[in-house]
């Protein structure tokens, strides 16, 4: 069974930083898509950045802010954000798929194709 808890979240300032990580249970890396997405409320969720074997996605929003990374001997993985601004509030979610290729997808079938962890809240006070 695959499982996948979030930690990490929190309260940070305009322009701080925070690492959300995800650590997995039951299935091992290789093949898998490991994802992040957010969702800020009233707004649908959205992909905020992907990584599957060396094909790596951002989201314009997020490039060259937050970098998505891995440890297979943890089976952990992260996602490390600077420069925080108060449109990052949002439920952080971490994850994985075997079946899905890394891109800028979204909509109800295709979160279907994902395995999810609880979520983690950030927030970014104005």
């Known amino acids: 069974e695959v499982q996948l808890v979030e930690s990490g979240g929190g309260s940070v300032q305009a322009g701080g930083s925070l690492r959300l990580s995800c650590a997995a249970a039951?299935?091992?890396?290789?093949?898998?898509?490991l994802a992040w997405f957010r969702q800020a409320p009233g707004k649908e969720r959205e992909v905020v950045s992907c990584?599957?074997?060396?094909?790596?996605y951002y989201a314009a929003s997020v490039k060259g802010r937050f970098t998505i990374s891995r440890d297979n001997a943890k089976n952990t993985f992260y996602l490390q954000m600077n420069s925080l601004k108060p449109e990052g509030t949002a439920t952080y979610y971490c994850?994985?798929?075997?079946?899905?290729?890394?891109?800028?997808?979204?909509?109800?079938?295709?979160?279907?194709?994902?395995?999810w962890g609880q979520g983690t809240q950030v927030t970014v006070p104005s």
């Open positions: 994850a994985s798929s075997h079946i899905v290729l890394c891109g800028p997808k979204s909509g109800t079938e295709y979160y279907t194709l994902w395995y």
């Open positions: 039951g299935f091992t890396f290789d093949g898998y898509a």
């Open positions: 990584v599957k074997r060396g094909d790596t």
